[in-house]
Structures are given as C-alpha cells and as structure tokens.
C-alpha cells in the first residue's frame, strides 16, 4: 500500500482511488431486491423449521409411551412391543437387499456398457417406471400376482431344504397357504428399491474415465475383465451409498408390507411360515385407525425408533458419497 | 500346398476361434426345447420351472461350448454378458406382470359409472370412486401450491444467494434428510401436530396435504436446484452488465431459462407424492361421501381407497376387488401420465449439454 505513494507507480493506473470505489459504492438498495432475498433465505430456513418440528412432534408424543406404566398402555410395555416390529423391519429390508443389490447392479452394467447406445437411455426410463408405480398398486399385484406363483416354489423349499440342518431355520414348514409370506413382502419390497440402486449405480458406472477403460481393452481384457479392473472398483463407493439409499427406502416402506403380509408379533427367522414378524411402518398402518389413547402414542413411538433407523442409514450412505466427491453425479 | 489348404482351414482369419454369432440365440431355443422335453416326461411341468431350469442349463451349456471353442476367459466373458442381459429382463418382469394384471384386472369396473357416482350408501355393486379421485386433486393440489414456492425459493437461495455459507450446508444436509423420511413418518407427523391443534383423533384434507408436502419440499428442492445451476453465469452477467437488479434477473432471466426443467421437476415430484398411500392413510382417512372441504372431516383419496376397497372388503367380495383394481387402474394412468408429460418436456426442451 506504501508503494502507491512513490511516484513510480502514482504515474500509472490511481489504485487507491479505484479500490474505495469498489468498497464504498454499492448498487441501489432496491424493494424488490430485499423481498426476494428475504422470500429465499425464510424458505431456506423453513425447512430446518419444519424438520425441527417433525422431530420435537415425533419425540415429544413419543414421551408419554415411554415413561406410562405398562398397564395403562393398550399394547403393553413399550420395549417388549417394539423390539418383535423392529427386528422384522431389518430382517425384512435384508431379504429385499439380497434380492436387489444383484440385479440392480446387474442392469446397471447392462445400461451403461452392454445394452446398444441407442437404445440405453431408453432402457433406463423403462426401469424408472417401476419407481413411479405407487406403492398400493405394488401392494395388489402382491398378493394377486406374486404370492399364488411364489407358492408352489416355496413348497418345494419347504420340502428340500425344511429338514435340513441350517437351511431348516429358514425353509421349516408348515408353508403359508396364500403365499403371504415375509419372502414375498421381501421380493416385493425388492422390485420397489430396484430403480432406486438402479439409477444411482447407472451414474456412477457412465462415470469411470474412459482412459481407464481403454487401457483395460487395449491390453487384450475382455469386457467383463475390463469391467472387473476398471469400472467396479471406481464404482464401489457409489454402489455402496446406492444401496445403503435403497436400503432406507426398503426400512420404510409401508404399503407393501402392510398389504402382502400375512402379519404377526413373533421373532423367527422362518420365510415361508405363515407367521411373519411384521414391520414398523406395516405395523403402524394396520394399527394406527383402532388406536386410542396412549396407543397412539406408543405407535408414533415406534414411528420415532423407524426415523431414527433410517436416519442412520441414509446419514451413512451421504458420508459414503460425500467422501468422494467424484461421485457427485449420483446426487 | 497352401494353396490348397487355405481356402478350407477357414473364410475369414479375424473370427477364427470364435463361435458364430447366432451361437447364443441358437443354443437358447435348443436348450429351452431340450429341457422342456425332458421334463414333460415325467409329467406336466410348471412353466415357472421350466423357465428357471433352462435358463441355468442354458448358462452352463454356453460356458461350456465357449470354454472348449474360445477358452476360459471368453467363456467368462460371454456368461457375465448373458447374466447381467438376463437380470435386465427379470426386472421387466414384474413391470410387464404388474401393468398386464392391473390393466385386465382393472378393465371391468372402468366405468362412467365409476367416475360419477362416490360411495355413498353403496354396500355391494356398483359405486364408483369420484369422491376418491377430487380427494387426490385437492390433496395432492394443496400440497403442490405448499411445497414449490417453498421449494423453489429455497433452491433460488441456495443457488443465487447463499453460495458456500453455513446456513446453506445445513439446508442442503437436511433436505437430504428430509428425502429420507420415511413415508409413514411424514403422516405421523401431520396427524401429530393436527391433533394438538384440533384435538385427537381428526382427519382432514389439510393434514394429508401437509403430510405430502413434507414427502414433496426435498424432491422439488433437489430438482430446481439441479436446474438453476445449468443456467449459465454469462446470461446472469449480461444482465447485470446492463443495471438489471438481481431480483429482477432472476425472475427474467434465470428462471425463463431453467423454466422446462423446474416444471418437469414439479411434475415428477406430483406424481410420486399422488401415489402415496400410507400417510394418507393415518392422515385424510376415508370415508364413503365426497368431501371437498380440505379443513373439516375425512377426505378419501385414490390410493386409500383401494386399499380399503380390497383389504376390508364386504360380504359379496368381488365388487371390492373390482373397485379395487379399477382405482389402481386410474392411479396407474395418472402416475405414469405425468411421468409421461415430465419427461417429454425434459427431453422437448432440453438444454443442449454438448454430449
């Protein structure tokens, strides 16, 4: 700053001079301009707003169930009611997992390197289409569709494998009648999550650099070796956050579940007994129009033990995702 | 010598070693005729059977014939292309299945009766679903008129305003949150604040409608905010170059340019909140007359009603089927029409990427 005041550079460019203008002059304050940065900035905070009411409604209705003497309450002690509903929403979210992270991953790879170039994008709004059946529909062809085809596979299962020493914990008989078995909710849950890890690993794939590629092909890999070197290891940690993001949908699925399954209060690892373990959000709709009193309460407790659930594992997945930032496509 | 032996070692060197092309499709109608053969002799077989049976002989006959002709590492290549085709079709499955079944299902009760008459004293046939279908409109309306200004005011702060401040790292952790609530939470939460507003126990209108707008505000926010980064710095700076305010280049400029995608980002977020079922179902409730008072009483909407339609059917079952099926039926046309219609001014309306 001293240096202005030579006179060497005094003859060129003024450069204090121009620097205040730049500081002190400011554009016209006008109405318009306030409103609308105003409008934005609320709407922004709303947001937190709402989220912040979501979780204060969610915990503070929960309270009443947790500290009430477990006599008062209409479905008994809180923990003991939960716990049989919790372990079904993770068990049934596994299953589906099983079912869809292979396929997925699978037709990830069939849009982005083996279908024609042409036809891939459209491929890829076909499977979008299953995200946009709604969820009630999918609960219909559930029941309908799904369970009467399923069944005779699964009495074969049972027949095989119920005697069996491990296989017997899961395949054990006697097999559900109509179908509506935890393993049908399971593939049905499964079809819904589909798009989901779908589309997210279909970004990732499109994203591994073509150098990487070309110098798998140019060495003489074949296109599977050339995806196995290059393309899965560059996609892994979005394929991971995918599915962790498909796994939050599957947590909180409701319909599918309340529909398909034939529900009960049990822990049993059983697929194709007609005694399921049910789940939260299933629980909930089938629960939520007869309950009264601290039932309610108790229920939008277990809505509070679902949130958090889900909570974590999307929180996971973002982490996953954030902490490479190269795969912000999937965002 | 090599004269003659050229010309009959083989035509074309290039694919010496190699299995013709039609080598996949061939052995796929023989190993499908083969095994369908055999396992009719031992009786009627389920075609579900067939089909898994011949699918995995199919694989291991494919990867043998390469492994002898090509050698394993073709072989590996070739069952890793049949299997990852073959997931692709098994996702198609359900969809063809589900939309075939809803659509014959469906059909029957695809009426004028359905779209005139509610259910107002109906016990067994007849009735239709028109109190189901404007319940939707309001609700799924109602919550659009909520959650895009919010939305889209919140993505135009996060984009124009905010640039990498605090406040807007929190918005943008919590509308991802926010995209991981699960359904049924968002209609707990409605019917929550509703009750301690108006006492326990009310349905409404208005309480599904804010229930939607908790599941709708991250979809729009995502989407606009997607958009509003494609529009380019330069027009923003052109305007500003000749004294246009901000506001006024925002609402002229920027959100002109960006307006195809903002709308085919609305329309998406309308038809996945229209297809919801379970906050509904804590929330509007249900009920048999037309409602179209969003802020007193229950107010049946499409997805509810088809879900009492079939799981609380009445004596003679099968009206409530058909009902059922053709509320799903409408739901269907409705959610994939809009789909429809945000794609095609997605892709009408495109801003020209360069790839």
């Known amino acids: ?331 | 010598m090599t004269a003659t032996t050229m010309p009959t070692t083989t035509d074309n060197q290039l694919t010496a070693g190699q299995l013709p092309r039609f080598s996949a499709i061939a052995m796929l109608v023989v190993v499908v005729a083969v095994v369908a053969g055999v396992m009719a002799l031992f009786g009627t077989p389920a075609i579900g059977a067939v089909v898994i049976v011949s699918v995995l002989v199919f694989l291991a006959a494919m990867y043998a014939l390469s492994w002898a002709v090509e050698g394993s590492r073709r072989a590996a290549d070739r069952t890793a292309g049949h299997v990852v085709t073959g997931f692709f079709v098994l996702a198609l499955l359900p969809l063809v299945s589900l939309v075939f079944s809803t659509v014959a299902k469906g059909l029957e009760r695809f009426d004028v009766q359905f779209f005139t008459y509610s259910m107002r004293n109906v016990i067994g046939e007849g009735g239709g679903a028109i109190h189901a279908i404007w319940g939707t409109i309001i609700v799924t309306g109602l919550a659009t008129l909520i959650s895009v200004p919010i939305g889209l005011f919140t993505a135009i702060y996060l984009v124009e305003y905010a640039g990498s401040n605090k406040l807007a790292a929190a918005i943008r952790l919590f509308v991802d949150v926010m995209t991981g609530i699960p359904s049924i939470v968002a209609g707990l939460f409605a019917y929550t604040v509703f009750s301690l507003i108006l006492g326990p126990g009310t349905n409404s209108g208005l309480s599904g409608a804010i229930a939607l707008t908790v599941l709708m505000i991250p979809t729009v926010v995502r989407s606009a905010e997607e958009m509003l980064r494609l529009v380019p710095n330069e027009l923003r700076e052109a305007s500003y170059a000749l004294g246009v305010p901000k506001w006024l280049t925002i609402a002229k400029v920027v959100l002109p340019t960006a307006l195809a995608g903002l709308v085919t980002g609305v329309v998406l977020a309308i038809a996945r909140v229209m297809g919801e079922t379970a906050p509904l179902l804590v929330t509007a409730g249900i009920t048999a007359s037309m409602n179209i008072n969003p802020f007193a009483d229950p107010m049946a909407t499409l997805p509810v009603f088809v879900y009492y339609q079939y799981m609380t059917p009445g004596v003679p079952q099968d009206p409530f089927y058909a009902r059922a099926w053709a509320g799903a039926l409408v739901l269907i046309l409705i959610v994939m029409g809009l789909n429809a219609i945000g794609r095609f001014i997605a892709w009408k309306f495109a801003p020209k990427t360069g790839r």
């Open chain 1, 1 to 331: 700053m001293a240096s202005t005041e030579t006179g060497a550079t005094s003859e060129s460019l003024p450069q204090d001079p121009t620097n205040d203008l730049q500081s002190t002059i400011h554009g016209k304050a006008r109405l318009g301009d306030k409103v609308f940065r105003n409008l934005s900035t609320g709407s922004g905070t709303l947001i937190l707003v709402i989220l912040a009411a979501v979780a204060t409604f969610l915990v503070g209705l929960s309270i009443p169930a947790l500290t009430a003497d477990p006599e008062e309450l209409q479905y008994g002690a809180f923990w003991a009611y939960a716990l049989p509903f919790a372990f079904g929403t993770v068990w049934a979210s596994f299953l589906s997992m099983l079912f869809a992270v292979p396929v997925a991953i699978g037709i990830a790879l069939f849009i982005s390197h083996y279908a024609p170039r042409r036809l891939a994008q459209g491929l890829g709004y076909v499977i979008d289409l299953l995200a946009a059946v709604p969820s009630v529909v999918f609960g219909l062809w559930g029941i309908n569709t799904l369970a009467p085809l399923v069944r005779p596979l699964y009495v074969w299962l049972a027949d095989n494998f119920g005697d069996l020493p491990v296989l017997g914990w899961f395949f054990a008989g006697p097999v559900s009648g109509t179908g509506r078995t935890i393993l049908t909710a399971a593939m049905v849950l499964a079809v819904m999550v589909l798009p989901i890890i779908t589309a997210i690993s279909r970004e990732v794939f499109l994203q591994t650099p073509r150098l990487h590629e070309e110098a798998s092909l140019a060495l003489g890999a074949t296109r599977w070796e050339m995806i196995r070197q290059a393309v899965l290891p560059f996609g892994t940690p979005g394929v991971v956050s995918a599915c962790m993001l498909g796994l939050g949908r599957a947590l909180g699925e409701t319909m599918a579940i309340a529909m398909v399954l034939s529900p009960a209060s049990v822990i049993s690892f059983e697929l194709l007994t007609p005694s399921n373990p049910n789940t939260i959000a299933g629980n909930i709709a089938l629960a939520f129009p007869e309950a009264f009193g601290l039932g309610v309460n108790q229920l939008i407790a277990t809505g509070l033990v679902l949130f958090v659930i889900t909570l974590a594992v999307n929180m996971t997945a973002r982490w996953i995702l954030a902490s490479r930032k190269e795969f912000s496509g999937a965002n």
